[in-house]
C-alpha cells in the first residue's frame, strides 16, 4: 500500500472514530485513548502538508504511565492495527549500551523495517495471486500430464490430424478434475529448495553483530547456490508449493523494500514497554550500571537518526515511539532530561475496578466469555454465565489483585482458567452438556483461593 493510499484509509477516521475502534478491544482508559487517536490522525494530517512543512513536523512521542495489565500494550498494538503500520513491541529492559553483551538499541528498527518488508509484501502478493496460481496450475498439471516431446503426424480417418487435440482435451479434462479436487488424493514428485542452509552461530549477541550476522549469511547463501531436493507430494501441497513459488518470481522485491522503507520511516509504531526499568539514578556500581547508557543510546533514534539495516539506511525522524511503564519505583523525571523532552506527552493509566473487569469479560470483540465459550462448544459444551457469576469474577479478580500482586486484567486469565479447570478436563465426557455458570459456581470452585492468601499467592 503506497502512502497515498495509506493516507485516504485514515482519512475518514476521526481522532473521536479511532476511539470508538479501539473501544471494541480495550475497556475504559479514555485519555490514552485519545492521546494516541490524536498522535494517529497528526500523520495523516501531515501527510497533506507543504514538502517544506512536512519535513519539519516531528511526531509527538507518547509516555502511558499505569500498572501491569490496564491496557497500555493493547491500546498500541490495535492502533498499529487500524492505521495498517509497521509495528513491534519491544522490552527496553533488554537493550544494552554498546560494548555490552546484548541486543542493540538500534536493532529495534532493523525489526521494524523487517515488519514492515512482511506486510508489503504481503500486499504485493494479493495483486499478483491470481496469475501465481494460474501459473502453479499449468505448472502442475506438466507435472501430472507430461507434454509430449515429439508430435507425431497421425491421421483419423477423415483424413485430419488428432494427436495434438487430443492432448489439449486430456488436459482440459484434467484441469477441471484438478479444479473440483478428484486429483487431491493423487502424488506428484516435486523439485523444491533444501531450507537446511549453512548455519552460522559463531557470533556472539554483541551490540551491532546481528546486522554483520545478516550480511554474512547473504554473502554466504550467494557463494553456494541454494540446494534442490525432490519430494513426492499430494496435489493440494503441490499445488500451494507451486504458487508461493510463482509469487515470488512475480513480485518485484526492488519495489517492495523502497515502498517498506517508507513505510517504516513515515508511519512506523514502536511499543517501547518496560521504560521505567532503565530510569533511576546511577550507582557506580552493581548490575544497574548501564541503565543511563542504554537511555543514552535510546536518545539520537528517538530523537531521529539514520539507522543502517539490510535494505539500506532507514531515517527515525518520524517513526512514533509509544513508551510504557508502571512506574512503582522510578518516576517519569528519573529518565535522562534529554530522553523526556522526547516524550512530550504523558497520560496516566487508571487501575482497573470491578465494573472495568465485568466489562472486560463480556463487551470487547474478544472478550474473555466469547472465547472460553466458544472453546468449549467444539467439546459440544454449552456455558450459560448469569450476570450474578459475572460478578462474582470480576469481584475475585478485584481481591486478588488486592491482596497480591496488581496484574490488572492479566488476573481474569488465571481466574477463568482455575474457574472452568473441571470442565475443561472433563468436556469431552460431560454428560450434561449444558452447565450454568452463576455465583454459587464461582465461589465454590474459587473459595480455597480466596481465604488462603498464602495459597492465592502461588495459584493466581
Known amino acids: 500500500m503506497s502512502e497515498n493510499k495509506q493516507a485516504q484509509g485514515l482519512e475518514s477516521l476521526t481522532p473521536r472514530q479511532i476511539v470508538e475502534e479501539l473501544d471494541r478491544y480495550v475497556i475504559g482508559q479514555r485519555d490514552a485513548k485519545r492521546m494516541v487517536a490524536i498522535a494517529l490522525r497528526t500523520r495523516w494530517r501531515r501527510q497533506r502538508l507543504p514538502s517544506h512543512l512536512r519535513d519539519e513536523v516531528i511526531p509527538k512521542n507518547i509516555i502511558m504511565i499505569g500498572p501491569t495489565g490496564v491496557g497500555k500494550t493493547e491500546i498500541s498494538r490495535r492502533l498499529a492495527k487500524l492505521s495498517q503500520a509497521p509495528f513491534i513491541k519491544v522490552e527496553a529492559s533488554k537493550f544494552t549500551e554498546v560494548g555490552y553483551v546484548g541486543r542493540d538499541c538500534e536493532s529495534m528498527i532493523r525489526d521494524l523495517t523487517e515488519q514492515a518488508i512482511t506486510m ?9 495471486q491470481r496469475k501465481a496460481e494460474a501459473q502453479a496450475e499449468d505448472r502442475l498439471l506438466d507435472l501430472l500430464l507430461p507434454p509430449p516431446t515429439v508430435k507425431p503426424s497421425t491421421f483419423d480417418e477423415a483424413g485430419r490430424e488428432s494427436t495434438g487435440d487430443s492432448y489439449e482435451t486430456t ?38 553483530m546481528e546486522q554483520i550476522q545478516d550480511q554474512l549469511q547473504e554473502m554466504l547463501g550467494g557463494m553456494f547456490p541454494a540446494k534442490k531436493k525432490r519430494r513426492m507430494v499430494k496435489v493440494p501441497e503441490a499445488l500451494e508449493l507451486l504458487t508461493q513459488e510463482e509469487a515470488q518470481k512475480l513480485i ?15 508511519h512506523g509504531i514502536v511499543f517501547l514497554d518496560e521504560i521505567d526499568k532503565i530510569a533511576g539514578r546511577e550507582r557506580s556500581m552493581g548490575p544497574d550500571v548501564s541503565r543511563e547508557g542504554v537511555q543514552r543510546d535510546l536518545l539520537p533514534i528517538v530523537e531521529g537518526s539514520t539507522v543502517t539495516t539490510k535494505y539500506g539506511p532507514v531515517k527515525t525522524d518520524h517513526i ?9 519505583v522510578a518516576k517519569p523525571s528519573d529518565l535522562i532530561p534529554e530522553l523526556q523532552g522526547r516524550f512530550p506527552i504523558r497520560v496516566e493509566l487508571s487501575p482497573l475496578t470491578k465494573d472495568d473487569f465485568l466489562r472486560i469479560l463480556t463487551e470487547p470483540q474478544n472478550a474473555l466469555i466469547t472465547q472460553y465459550t466458544a472453546l468449549l462448544e467444539t467439546e459440544g459444551v454449552s456455558l450459560d454465565f448469569t450476570r450474578e457469576g459475572l460478578e462474582e469474577i470480576a469481584a475475585t479478580a478485584v481481591l486478588v489483585n488486592e491482596r497480591s500482586e496488581n496484574i490488572g486484567a492479566r488476573r481474569l486469565f488465571t481466574i477463568m482458567e482455575r474457574l472452568l479447570e473441571e470442565i475443561s478436563f472433563d468436556a469431552p465426557t460431560l454428560a ?7 455465583a454459587q459456581y464461582v465461589k465454590d470452585r474459587l473459595k480455597a483461593i480466596v481465604m488462603d492468601e498464602d495459597l492465592s499467592r502461588y495459584i493466581l
Do not use: C, W, Y
Not at 120 to 128: L, R
Not at 186 to 198: A, F, N
Not at 252 to 266: H, L, P, R
Open 120 to 128: 508489503v509484501k504481503a500486499e504485493h502478493a494479493e495483486g499478483i
Open 171 to 208: 488436459r482440459s479434462k484434467l484441469r477441471l478434475q484438478l479444479r473440483e479436487g478428484k486429483l487431491d488424493s493423487r502424488s506428484v514428485e516435486l523439485e523444491v529448495k533444501d531450507k537446511s542452509g549453512i548455519p552460522i552461530g559463531v557470533i556472539s549477541n554483541m551490540g551491532g
Open 252 to 266: 518485484d522485491m526492488e519495489a517492495v523494500v523502497k515502498e517498506a522503507v517508507s513505510k517504516t520511516e513515515q
Open 320 to 328: 512514533l515511539f509509544i513508551a510504557a511503564g508502571a512506574f512503582h
Open 432 to 438: 450434561e452438556k449444558k452447565l450454568t455458570i452463576d
